[in-house]
């Protein structure tokens, strides 16, 4: 199964997320930005280079992972993890998406997420409110 990441940017009281291109997989919907992990990438490395891509931030500082789940269909299942970035260099730039979001955390419900996002949206809102340590979408 592959893993794919995603991040977590505070700044201000505001969370970034990003609109998802309309002609791709879930395109339109919005979500935490990140991507899929390559052969012999750790996750961090991953993300940090997923942002500088996707975003044009440089020098990102990922922090705690904070959570997990799975998402796809059948056939291309992945797992999402989830991470706190701490800090970055440079200004967030559309060159993926077709949009960049700051929002307060209790509006991110109001925006339209992608179907792994949204299923982790609860442990992520009590991560930034720092309630909870990294979760994950199976019941225990």
Known sequence: MKQVTA???ERRGKVL???RSSEGDQGGKWEFPG???ERGEAPAQCLARELEEELGLHQCRVGELIAKGRG???SAPFELLVFRVDDFRGSVKT???DEVRW???RDLARHELAEADARL???ILAALEG???AGSDKKK
């Open 72 to 74: 796809g269909c059948p």
């Open 17 to 19: 997320i990003a609109l």
């Open 103 to 105: 929002v307060r955390p």
């Open 95 to 97: 060159l993926a998406h």
């Open 121 to 123: 949206l609860p442990v």
């Open 131 to 133: 309630g909870e340590e």
């Open 7 to 9: 991040a977590v940017i």
């Open 35 to 37: 991507g899929t992990i």
